[in-house]
């Protein structure tokens, strides 16, 4: 089941409990009831139930897009009015400073290279997902399109100068997705450096130097392939797995001088582990074995004048649903204090002294958040309104396991209202997520 539905209906189940409904007013009178909703038999929803869930549903929440490449601040996804859109934020708890201004969702990052605030976008129609990439110019407002408008289109890293993206798109035949070069500044001109056949391949790193690309092919979450892709010459090689077996690659992201790559993959244990590949050779080497869970996501440190950013990495693993945020040096690894939550959108600074990232806290909105490498300060960028709800009352899960028929133990997330007891006890949910690949992860929004 999807999981913001789910939480919709333990929001409901709380709300409910106390709750006593008229049932000789019909739902067909109820004005709240959408006119493409036909209802029997099902009573009028109370106008209090109504107002208390227009609280939750106007719960807010940011999302980090990016430093801006002038250090002048970060670039943050919020919605103000009816859709999310793209917001400048200069200093910590600063106002937001909206950019964008569609009738569509915006998405996007700040062009590389460019210290004028030129966004690259992605939006879609009408919630048809044919998302299309566009360039948009600070100084007139105008946004124009790098894609056809017409097909779908997934936008790819962008190299380090920002003088061109990579963009994956379906527009020769509808059906399969290819991998272009496009120029944000020659709106129009794409070349296609990988044609695909049947296959879906993604484009995850591009080299500093401009000459490689990491791609990833996707079968199943439990079965993926990574390569390097020649951009001059379309010269496709495979990262061979060191387990004979079907192995998933993840994240995939250059070093800086392009020799290597590090990878999150699970060919030698049931987790996947980063590991830090001899692009020469092909050569493994195994840095996190240590660490009992999943790597999700990688990023590393630009080329930095303050810190040894050259061999430093960030990276973040799933510690039974929560987020455990890493930082390796060399082949040291030590673990980054962050508050319980999922961390996403990992990127550093241009300096490579802080990493900013979105924390989604069980007890908090959806925030963007920065940590200093200097001294280990986690600062809060963003304070996302909670529609009129009393914060006080959210709470932060402890972790249980109960053990199973096969000698397993399945962990869980236990929320305990603030002043229940067994004098006082409160309604309960238990919420089993869906399967086999989703996973309960402890998050408000």
């Known amino acids: ?155 790819g890293p962008v190299r380090h100068d920002g003088l061109f993206a990579l963009i994956s798109s379906n527009q020769r035949n509808g059906k399969d997705t290819d991998i272009y070069i496009a120029d944000p500044h020659q709106p129009g001109e794409k070349t296609m450096i990988l044609e695909t056949d049947g296959e879906y391949w993604v484009p995850e790193s591009w080299s500093r130097d401009g000459s490689k690309v990491l791609i990833r092919h996707y079968v199943s ?105 890493h930082l390796l040096v060399g082949d040291e690894i030590r673990k980054l204090e962050v508050p319980m939550g999922i961390v996403s959108s990992l990127n550093f600074s241009p300096e490579g002294t802080r990493i900013g990232f979105t924390l989604s806290r069980p007890d908090a909105p959806s925030d963007v958040y920065s940590l200093s490498l200097i001294d280990g300060n986690l600062t809060r960028w963003t304070f996302s309104e909670t529609g009129g709800l009393d914060t006080s009352s959210f709470v932060e899960p402890s972790i249980v396991r109960f053990p199973t028929f096969d000698k397993r133990e399945i962990p869980a997330f236990y929320f305990r209202p603030n002043g229940a007891t067994k004098e006082s006890p409160a309604p309960v949910v238990i919420n089993i997520h869906g399967g086999p690949e989703s996973q309960a992860r402890p998050s408000l929004d």
């Open 1 to 155: 089941m999807n999981r913001l539905l789910m939480k919709w209906i333990v929001v409901m189940a709380a709300l409910l409990h106390g709750l006593v409904f008229d049932h000789s007013l019909s739902a067909e009178d109820d004005s709240h009831r959408p006119q493409a909703v036909a209802t029997e038999g099902v009573p009028q929803i109370p106008d209090q139930l109504w107002d208390r869930l227009l609280q939750y549903r106007n719960l807010r929440s940011a999302g980090f897009r990016g430093w801006s490449p002038d250090g002048n601040g970060i670039l943050i996804q919020t919605r103000f009015g009816n859709t999310d859109q793209l917001h400048r934020v200069y200093e910590p708890g600063g106002r937001r400073e909206q950019v964008t201004f569609f009738d569509e969702p915006a998405d996007g990052q700040f062009l590389l290279g460019a210290d004028d605030g030129t966004l690259l976008l992605t939006m879609a129609t009408g919630g048809n997902e044919n998302y299309q990439v566009l360039v948009s110019d600070p100084h007139s407002g105008t946004a124009t399109l790098l894609t056809d408008g017409k097909s779908r289109n997934l936008p």
């Open 221 to 325: 979450i439990n079965e993926c392939y990574a390569a390097v892709l020649e951009v001059a010459a379309g010269k496709k090689t495979s990262i061979p797995s060191p387990n004979a077996g079907t192995t998933a690659f993840g994240d995939l992201q250059f070093s800086n001088d392009g020799n290597f790559a590090y990878v999150a993959c699970d060919a030698v244990s049931e987790f996947r582990q980063l590991a830090r590949v001899d692009l020469s050779t092909m050569e493994f080497t195994w840095l996190s074995q240590q660490i009992p869970w999943d790597v999700e996501s990688i990023v590393v440190a630009p080329p930095g004048q303050l810190l040894p950013t050259e061999r430093m990495v960030a990276f973040t693993v799933n510690e039974d649903g929560a987020s455990g945020l």
